[in-house]
């Protein structure tokens, strides 16, 4: 049986994996409060970030204008978080797509979470 999904090819690609990811997470119990409790985010202002970040991530396109750590070194995360976020992400990934740049971007979302697990730590354990 062939599948529907394709691999990820467009900027709305890239919106549909954002949107969905997300709507995951605000459903998450564990990264939902994160989000919406401590942080508040202000979804309309948070999205169209997230699509030109993956866009330029993806793509090459560099419409991302940022510092993407620096956000986060309030939060209170840890790794568990971390973990769920990219079990969410991978599991998002999976039902939508399929492909080389799938792959690719689940491995990128794996390494930038690491990357700031570890910078995090690191900071946090040098405030003690």
């Known amino acids: 049986m062939k599948s529907n999904r394709h691999d990820i090819e467009t900027e709305g690609d890239v919106k549909l994996m954002v949107d969905s990811f997300y709507d995951k997470v605000n459903k998450d119990e564990l990264l939902s409060y994160v989000f919406n409790d401590f942080s508040k985010v202000d979804w309309e202002t948070h ?22 750590f620096g956000v986060h070194t309030t939060l ?36 930038i979470a690491s990357t700031f697990q570890a910078k995090l730590e690191f900071i946090n354990n040098s405030n003690k």
Do not use: C
Not at 51 to 63: A, D, E
């Open 47 to 68: 999205l169209p970030k997230m699509y030109s970040f993956w866009n330029t991530l993806i793509f090459g396109k560099q419409s991302y204008k940022g510092f993407p």
């Open 76 to 111: 209170p995360i840890h790794k568990t978080h971390f973990d769920r976020w990219v079990q969410l992400f991978d599991e998002n990934i999976d039902d939508l797509f399929e492909g080389e740049v799938a792959i690719a971007t689940k491995q990128r979302a794996k390494s």
